[in-house]
């Protein structure tokens, strides 16, 4: 299949130019699309035939079920059973948004979408190309991460036109993606409001209009089963070994250190470093990847898909990357990162 790559200038666009990839999605098709935490993969979330296109061309395990993403709040009431006063207070704080709320939801939503289960994951992004073009398009639009899985979500229009052309009919380059990281996904649809997953809308944040959000359990303990189905999968995984590196204080001494036990453990194998800019330039005799100041955990959050993309671009066997601080967006950046090393770590 030809694969159509329309290229948007965000900041200065025509709307009509987001007719021929909503055309082509009122049409059963699939179009990558901008979104302000990563790329997504768009279907008509109505379309059964259009929606089993969306796992072949990822390679989606079929349990997994998908996001639908609305641009108006109308759009909801069609697609979930009646909610509370606190969904309504949740949704005039945080949409649109990098937020996806989990709902009861109503028949029409088709079982492909859900994996089967009675609720539904929505989200109304703050994208406007992505609003504009479910707009134009007239129906929800459900949409994974717009990458092969298990490989890191996408950032930049690059990695989607690296795993998807040939397989999809239409991408939108609307440039890079600012949040970086996937949505916070909140479930409000049991006895306690819970995140299944970090991202870009922090626990602190849904603190201040939810007091008893509570974290999904798995989200703690790596070892219990997670309660969002996508959430078990091996993920955000580059050809190279990754490690995250534990440490009290860095010293010149534990530097040394660092170094000759990396050597040791292994050997002849091209390392690479990636952390914040305080922290690679203490490994700059390696290949290293700043993802910005230590201080700016948006900053990191934003660079840490791509970087993860580049060590394999330069053939890099091993990557040790710096651990974050496990609070405000830290949390979401932790738990990739934990994913992509598979909880590998080295102590030190
Ligand atoms: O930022 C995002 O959320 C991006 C952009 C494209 O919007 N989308 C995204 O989709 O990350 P995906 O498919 O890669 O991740 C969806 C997550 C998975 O972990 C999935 O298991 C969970 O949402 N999910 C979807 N429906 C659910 C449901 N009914 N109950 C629990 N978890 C659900
Ligand atoms: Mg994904």
Redesign the pocket.
């Known amino acids: 299949m030809e694969t159509k790559i329309i290229r948007i200038d965000k900041d200065n666009y025509f709307n009509k130019i987001l007719n021929y990839p909503a055309k082509v999605l009122n049409e059963g098709g699939l179009v990558a699309f901008p979104?302000e935490?990563?790329?997504?993969l768009g279907a008509n979330a109505l379309d059964e035939d259009a929606l089993l296109k969306i796992f072949e061309a990822k390679g989606r395990p079929a349990d997994?079920?998908?996001?639908v993403?609305i641009a108006n709040i109308d759009e909801l009431d069609v697609l979930v059973e009646e909610y509370g006063l606190l969904e309504k207070k949740v949704i005039s704080k945080f949409w649109p948004g990098?937020l996806?709320i989990?709902f009861k939801k109503k028949d029409i939503v088709p079982d492909i979408v859900?994996a089967g289960?009675d609720?539904?994951?929505i989200?109304m992004?703050s994208s406007k190309i992505a609003r504009k073009l479910i707009e134009l398009a007239n129906i929800p639009l459900a949409?994974?991460?717009a990458n092969l899985s298990g490989k890191p979500?996408p950032t930049v229009v690059d990695h989607v036109i690296e795993d998807l052309t040939g397989k999809i009919e239409c991408i939108i380059d609307g440039g890079n993606c600012e949040v970086g990281l996937?949505?916070t996904?909140l479930?409000l649809s049991g006895e306690i409001p819970t995140v299944?997953?970090p991202?870009g809308v922090t626990y602190e944040k849904l603190l201040e209009v939810i007091p008893n959000v509570i974290f999904d359990e798995a989200l703690i303990n790596k070892d219990m089963t997670p309660?969002?189905?996508?959430?078990k999968y091996v993920h955000y995984s580059p050809e190279a070994e990754v490690y995250i590196l534990e440490y009290d204080e860095l010293n010149s001494q534990k530097i040394f250190e660092i170094n000759s036990l990396i050597k040791e453990k292994f050997i002849n194998k091209k390392i690479g470093f990636m952390g914040s800019r305080q922290f690679v330039n203490k490994f700059n005799k390696n290949f290293t990847i700043s993802l910005g100041n230590k201080e700016d955990l948006n900053e990191i959050a934003s660079n840490l898909f791509n970087a993860l993309r580049k060590f394999d671009e330069h053939d890099v066997e091993v990557v040790i990357s710096e651990s974050f601080k496990n609070e405000g967006m830290g949390v979401a950046i932790m738990n990739r990162l934990n994913k992509s090393a598979g909880y590998k770590t080295i102590k030190i």
Do not use: C, F, Q, W
Request: charged share 15%; hydrophobic share 30%; glycine share 8%.
């Open positions: 979104t935490t990563v790329y997504g997994n079920p998908l996001i993403h990098p996806t989990i859900t289960l609720t539904v994951a989200r992004p949409a994974p991460s979500s996937e949505s996904v479930d299944l997953r991202g309660k969002s189905p996508g959430m």
